[in-house]
C-alpha cells in the first residue's frame, strides 16, 4: 500500500498544508517513501519522490501520458499544443514545431535575443529602482514576438504579457478546485474568461494573416503554416494552440530563470564579479552579435554547445538538426554565465510540479497503480534533495563543470521523450540576457522589498526590486529605439 503523510483532514485532506507551503509541503514528502498518497481535497495523487521512478515515469509516456489536474487546467488557455497534448497527438506535432527550433534557426535568432537584450538594459537610468520581475517579463516576450511570431504586433504587448500571467497564476487556482466552482460569474472567473478570449482573438488574427500570405518568415508560425505531412496540414485552430502554449511556455521561462539566476548573483556578489569579467571579456551587449551567434570579436556567446543543441531535439529519426556556425563542440565565450543560469534553474524549476495519468494499469516501483491514476513529480523536490545535489540549498554554478545536465539527476527541462523542445532556446536567450544585463550594470536588492517565491502553474518570483547603477559608463549600444 502506498504511505500517505500524516495530518490529512476529513474532506479537505492535504489541502490546508499544501497551500500554506507548497514548496516545504512536497520536500516533505520523501520521508515517507519513493511513492506517496496525498489528497487536495477532491483530487488524489500519487507524488514520485524518488529520480529513478520520475525517470521511469518520463520515459514512458505511453502509459504515464499528459493529464491530471495540472494540465487540464493549462488546457482550458493554451488548447490542445504541444506540451499538453496526449501521447497520441505528440509525435505529429513534436514533428512540426521542432523545425522552428533546430539549431540553425536559433543561430538566426540569436541576433534578435541580442538586439532586445540591448533594449532592456538601455532602458534603465543610473541608480533608478526597477522591478526587474516586470522588465525581464516584457524582454523576453519581445523577444519571443520578434523570433517566433514575427508578425504578432508589439503594440499592447503588456497588456498580452499580463494576461498570459494572469492565465498562468489562474490555472494554479483553478486545477483545485471543482469544475462547478470554475464555472460561475466570479470576479476572478470573469477575468481568467477575459484575458483567454483576448489572446485567442489576437492569435487567431495572426494565423489568419499568415494563411493569407504564406511567406516564409523564418519563424515559428510560417513553419507551423506550411507544414504538411502526408496531405495533413495543421488545422488553424492546431496551429493557434501550438502559438498559446509556446508563448506562455517561453516567456514566462526564459523571464523566470533570469531573474531568478540575477536575484542571487546580488546574493553571491563574488560570483557575480566573475560572470562580469567573463562577459566583458566577450564583450556582449557592448557590440553586435551576428545571426551566428558569434560578435564583433570573433566569440561565441551562445553559451550552448553542439551536443546540447542536437540533444535538445528527440534524437536523430525525428529531426535534421545540424549544429550551426556558431555553436562550437567548446564555448569559450560564456562558460560561466551559462552555469549560472543552469543552477537557477535546478534551484528554481519553473515546472515545479507537473502531472501525468495512466493510461492502463501499471507498476511503478513496487506498487500497482489503476488506469486513471493521476501522477504527480517535482523537478524542485528531486533538484533539492542531497543525495543527488550535495548541500542542494547552494548557490554553485560550479557544479556544473565538466557535467552534462542530461547525464544527471537534472530535469529541469524535463526528460524522455517529451523533453521541451525550446531547450536550447530558453537558454541561449536567458544568457544574453543576464550577460548584457551584468555587463552594463550593477543590480543590488533594494532593501525592505522582499523577495517571495509564487508557485503558480509556474514557480514565478515575485517582483524583484533592484537598483541599477551604471557600470563606468558601459552602457550596451543599440539599447533603446
Sequence with gaps: MIPRPPGGLPLLGHLVPFLRDPLAFLRSLPRYGGLVQIRLGPVSAVVVCDLELTRHVLREDRVFDKGGFLFERVRDFAGNGLVTCPHADHRRQRRYVQPAFRADRIARYTEVMAREARR????????????????????????????????????????TVEDFVLLIGGSYRRMLLPHRINRLPLPANRRY?????????????????????????????????????????????????????????????????????????????????????????????????????????????????????????????????????????????????????????????????????????????????????????????????????????????????????????????????RRCVGEQFGMTESVLLLATIMRAWRLEHVPGRTVRELPLATLRPGPVWMRATRRDGLAPTGAAG
Design 120 to 159: 532592456l538594459a538601455g532602458s534603465w537610468s543610473d541608480g533608478q529602482e526597477v522591478d526587474i520581475t516586470a522588465e525581464l517579463s516584457l524582454a523576453a516576450g519581445r523577444s519571443l514576438v520578434s523570433t517566433l511570431f514575427t508578425r504578432l504586433p508589439f503594440t499592447g504587448l503588456q497588456e
Design 193 to 417: 474568461d477575459a484575458a483567454r478570449t483576448r489572446l485567442v482573438r489576437l492569435v487567431d488574427e495572426v494565423v489568419t494573416a499568415y494563411r493569407a500570405d504564406p511567406e516564409d518568415r523564418g519563424d515559428l508560425v510560417s513553419t507551423l503554416v506550411a507544414a504538411d505531412a502526408g496531405g495533413q496540414a495543421l488545422s488553424n485552430a492546431e496551429v493557434t494552440d501550438q502559438v498559446m502554449t509556446i508563448f506562455a511556455a517561453g516567456f514566462d521561462t526564459i523571464a523566470n530563470s533570469t531573474v531568478w539566476a540575477l536575484h542571487l548573483l546580488a546574493q553571491h556578489p563574488d560570483i557575480a564579479d566573475r560572470v562580469r569579467a567573463e562577459v566583458d571579456a566577450a564583450h556582449v551587449g557592448a557590440v553586435g552579435v551576428d545571426s551566428a551567434g558569434v560578435d564583433a570579436a570573433g566569440v561565441n556567446v551562445l553559451g550552448v554547445n553542439a551536443a546540447e543543441a542536437d540533444a535538445a531535439g528527440v534524437g536523430a529519426s525525428e529531426t535534421d538538426a545540424t549544429p550551426a556556425a556558431g555553436t562550437s563542440a567548446s564555448v569559450d565565450g560564456l562558460e560561466l554565465t551559462t552555469r549560472v543560469v543552469r543552477e537557477a534553474v535546478r534551484l528554481y524549476s519553473p515546472g515545479w510540479l507537473l502531472t501525468r495519468v495512466t493510461a492502463t494499469d501499471t507498476e511503478l516501483g513496487a506498487h500497482r497503480l489503476r488506469e486513471g491514476t493521476t501522477v504527480v513529480y517535482s523537478p524542485y523536490l528531486l533538484h533539492r534533495q542531497s543525495a543527488l545535489f550535495p548541500d542542494p540549498d547552494r548557490f554553485d554554478p560550479e557544479r556544473w563543470v565538466g557535467v552534462h545536465p542530461q547525464r544527471g539527476p537534472f530535469i529541469g527541462f524535463g526528460a524522455g521523450p
